[in-house]
Each structure stands twice: as structure tokens, then as C-alpha cells.
């Protein structure tokens, strides 16, 4: 027990939680883009998941992992693209459309990897490469907080600047307020002469631009190959904290770094006593709590606001 919590409390584990938070923020990041605009793009699990097969197979057969972090980008920015143009130009179901796509992406990234790799579980026989770690000056000589900042892949740096970035776009640009008028008030944004589906497909494109940056960061920063469902329910995840965030960047943030230390501690519990299966439930298990927990606070929101506008 005391071992357990001598691991949970140290720097190794406060690292391995910004490692951990990298994906979830950046899918997260891409999710608050899309809610805010007025679309769920459940689809971003089968981004993440083709981007990061795309991004290796890249960076193998091109020029190396930044040549597959840019093909990863590119490949996310398609893939969100060709979700809204089967949900929003062809007028299917947008939640269909996003199932069927994260189905196509789980078994079609299996098949391109046996189609190329010869093999249905990893392309570990690939020598994609990995994208470079940063040490940052200053910093990296801090006791305690050079061991937990410093070190860690570029994509996580990229990843917590992309929060300020999503938070300057949205609230700061005119893009920003025509991405969230197209959430909040459709008609409006037709009503000035500004195209509601032209501001959707941008808002599903920025989100591709996330969505690849993470898949990238899987298979090329978290690891150096892709492995059959290596997103594992990341996605979804992302989506929980985008709704305990409230759609807004800060929010999104704090909930994924939130879901990141259960994932964290997932690891570390595995050397106790615990079974394993349950220990790897703790982070889906937190995502659930912390959905109902949202939940029950924005129904008792609700329920006060509609009290209060029957009093008036």
C-alpha cells in the first residue's frame, strides 16, 4: 500500500498524466470546436484511429515523423470532412453517419495493416519513427518540476497550446463568433448573409486539424507503431470532457486532464492486488460518473431557471 502511494505521488506519475492528457485534450479541443458549432462529431474516435495509421505509414514510406504528423493532419481534415458531407450535404443521420465511419475505421485499419504489414495486431515491423521529445531550458534544471514538465513529446506542448488557441478563436475572432452562432443561433447567422453549412464544414476541418494531431501523437509519440484499436474509446472520452466542459476550452481541458489521472492511475494500480480487469475499467468508469454527475448538476440548472421564469 505505502509502495501504491509513493508511485501515485511522485513525478513519474504526475508526467505519465501529461503524457496521458495529450490525446484526450486535443480531441477534446476538436470536439468543443464542432459542439459549438452546433454539430456532435462522435466520429472523432475514427479519426483519431485513421490518422494514426496514416500518419506511421507515412512517416515510414515518406520522410520521416514529421512528414507523417503533416499526412496524420491532412488525413483527419478528410475524414471530418467526408462525415459532414454524408450528415450535413447528403442529409443523413449525423449520428449514423459518425457510428459507420468509426466502424469503417476499426476494421479498415486493420485491413490496410495486414494489406501492408502482413500482420493484424501492430506494425511494429515499420520503422516509423517518433516524434522528437523537448527539453526546456530553465526549466529542465528545476528540481521536481523540470522532472514533471520538461522531456515530454513536442505534440503535448502542442497540444496544451492548441487550449489557448481554440479559446482565442472562439471567443476572440470573427470565426470564433460565426462557429458559435452556428450552434446558438442558426437563423441568425443565415440571416446576415453568412453560409451556416460553409461555417459547419470549417468548424469539422479544425476539428480534423485536432483530431489528426492526436491519432498522430498515438502512434508516433505515445508509441512508434499502430496497434489494432489503439484509440481504445480516446474519442469518446474526449466528448465526455467536451460535455463536462461545457463546450468551452478551459472546461474541456480540466475534464480531460481529470479523466488522464484515472487513466494514470489505472497504471499504477496494476502492480497491487487488484484485477487487473477492474483496474482497467478506472478510467471508463470515471467518465461515466463524471457524465452523471453533469448531468444531475445541469437537470437541477434546468429545473431552477424554469422555476424561476414561471415566478416572473
Known amino acids: 500500500m505505502e509502495s501504491m502511494i509513493q508511485a501515485v505521488f511522485s513525478t513519474t506519475f504526475l508526467f505519465s498524466v501529461i503524457r496521458v492528457a495529450t490525446p484526450l485534450i486535443l480531441a477534446s479541443m476538436g470536439a468543443v470546436i464542432t459542439s459549438n458549432a452546433g454539430i456532435t462529431n462522435i466520429g472523432i474516435e475514427g479519426v483519431m484511429l485513421t490518422s494514426a495509421l496514416t500518419g506511421v505509414f507515412a512517416s515510414a514510406y515518406g520522410f520521416g515523423p514529421w512528414f507523417g504528423f503533416v499526412i496524420a493532419i491532412i488525413t483527419g481534415v478528410v475524414c471530418s470532412l467526408a462525415i459532414g458531407y454524408a450528415s450535413m450535404s447528403l442529409k443523413a443521420d449525423s449520428v449514423l453517419a459518425c457510428i459507420a465511419f468509426n466502424t469503417m475505421a476499426v476494421g479498415g485499419t486493420v485491413y490496410f495493416m495486414y494489406a501492408i504489414v502482413k500482420d493484424k495486431g501492430t506494425t511494429i515491423a515499420l520503422n516509423s519513427g517518433k516524434l522528437p521529445s523537448i527539453e526546456i531550458p530553465i526549466i529542465k534544471d ?60 470549417i468548424a469539422l476541418g479544425i476539428s480534423g486539424v485536432l483530431g489528426g494531431m492526436a491519432g498522430a501523437f498515438m502512434s508516433m509519440g505515445y508509441v512508434t507503431w499502430f496497434s489494432k484499436n489503439m484509440t481504445a474509446g480516446r474519442g469518446f472520452i474526449a466528448l465526455a470532457a467536451d460535455a463536462m466542459g461545457n463546450s468551452t476550452p478551459i472546461g474541456a481541458a480540466l475534464s480531460s486532464l481529470l479523466f488522464a489521472v484515472a487513466e494514470a492511475l489505472s497504471y499504477s494500480l496494476q502492480v497491487t492486488m487488484i484485477p487487473p480487469e477492474l483496474v482497467q475499467m478506472l478510467p471508463y468508469l470515471v467518465t461515466i460518473v463524471g457524465l452523471v454527475a453533469y448531468a444531475a448538476k445541469r437537470s437541477k440548472s434546468e429545473k431552477k431557471r424554469k422555476e424561476k421564469l414561471a415566478e416572473e
Open 142 to 201: 528545476i528540481p521536481i518540476i523540470g522532472e514533471i514538465l520538461s522531456n515530454h513529446n513536442v505534440v503535448s506542448y502542442i497540444a496544451f497550446f492548441m487550449i489557448i488557441v481554440v479559446y482565442v478563436l472562439l471567443y476572440k475572432t470573427p470565426l470564433g463568433l460565426r462557429i458559435r452562432s452556428a450552434g446558438k443561433a442558426p437563423n441568425a447567422l443565415s440571416s446576415v448573409g453568412v453560409s451556416l453549412l460553409k461555417i459547419r464544414y
